[in-house]
């Protein structure tokens, strides 16, 4: 008989989704273990609740996304199953925990893209072996064991989405350098294959998924790319699309394209953390703010 490994989250609101969940899922699977599944609470529901309902799945290996919206709830989750579950064997991963001091935690901590490092753990566990300190502080270290890019759902994810938000990549990485920023740290910037993002995406929005937020660090940064992919999206009437983008960057011929589009159909996200030259500077943002603030007034107008 198979373990039972599970991967939990706790969301913020019911109508967001875990993509993280679904690659490492999706990763435990390729890699020859079948009975991985995924649950996805709330952090409003209360930690006995959850850790009830996790007991009821006999996980004998548990990986936890730890993020700022649920980091004190996630922990004393955490908490209660290892008391009530001592054989347990968990690993957490996700932006709250990955600068966590050395031994502050106890149990192991995944930084960065996490699905070969993921796998890496079942391997382990499944050998009833405990990660060395050098497997350990790689597994804290960003921009390692960098995963093949797949994609993220499968048809028995559609009925837990609708009604939700889906959240959706086409690259991982960024190029800046901005200080404050933990994408800064993927230092290489890599594409989902074409064929594969839009199959998924057609597969999401025949599942009646009516939102998909695309979560690329810089949908913009090659201009014709996010053009080509805005122009098949309007096939879908009806959907809305939300991107991040870096504003000054804005190209005139995807601002005129944009004059063609549904109003509602497409939603930017553009990130303006200072206007202020000597800060941009201190926190290695580059931005031309003048180009920027007219890229807003003509996207409003």
Avoid at 189 to 214: C, M, N, P, S
């Amino acid at each position: 008989m198979q373990r039972s490994i599970g991967l939990i989250t706790l969301n913020a609101k019911f109508i967001h989704s875990s993509l993280a969940l679904r690659y490492l899922r999706n990763a435990s699977r390729n890699a020859g273990y079948q009975n991985v599944w995924i649950r996805e609470f709330i952090i409003n529901q209360p930690a006995w609740k959850i850790a009830a309902e996790v007991q009821k799945l006999q996980p004998e290996v548990l990986g936890v996304g730890i993020y700022i919206w649920n980091r004190s709830q996630s922990l004393e989750l955490i908490e209660r199953l290892q008391k009530q579950m001592p054989h347990l064997k968990i690993v957490v991963g996700g932006p709250e925990v990955s600068f966590e001091e050395e031994g502050s935690l106890a149990y192991p901590i995944i930084s960065g893209e996490g699905e070969k490092k993921w796998v890496e753990f079942l391997d382990l566990t499944r050998k009833n072996e405990s990660p060395s300190d050098e497997v350990l502080k790689r597994w804290r270290t960003y921009g390692t064991d960098l995963p093949e890019l797949i994609p993220a759902y499968l048809e028995e994810d559609f009925p837990q989405l609708k009604n939700r938000i889906v959240y959706f990549e086409t690259s991982r990485g960024c190029p800046y350098p901005c200080s404050f920023c933990l994408s800064a740290l993927d230092k290489t910037v890599r594409y989902f294959d074409e064929t594969t993002i839009q199959k998924q995406i057609k597969e999401l929005i025949t599942a009646g998924i009516e939102k998909i937020k695309f979560v690329d660090r810089t949908f913009n940064l090659k201009p014709s790319r996010m053009q080509k992919l805005m122009q098949w999206l309007t096939q879908f009437k009806g959907n809305e699309f939300h991107f991040e983008v870096v504003g000054d960057i804005l190209t005139p011929e995807i601002l005129d394209f944009l004059e063609t589009v549904p109003p509602g159909m497409f939603q930017f996200e553009i990130g303006v953390q200072t206007t202020t030259e000597s800060v941009q500077e201190t926190i290695q943002r580059k931005q031309n703010n003048q180009k920027l603030f007219k890229t807003i007034q003509q996207l409003v107008e």
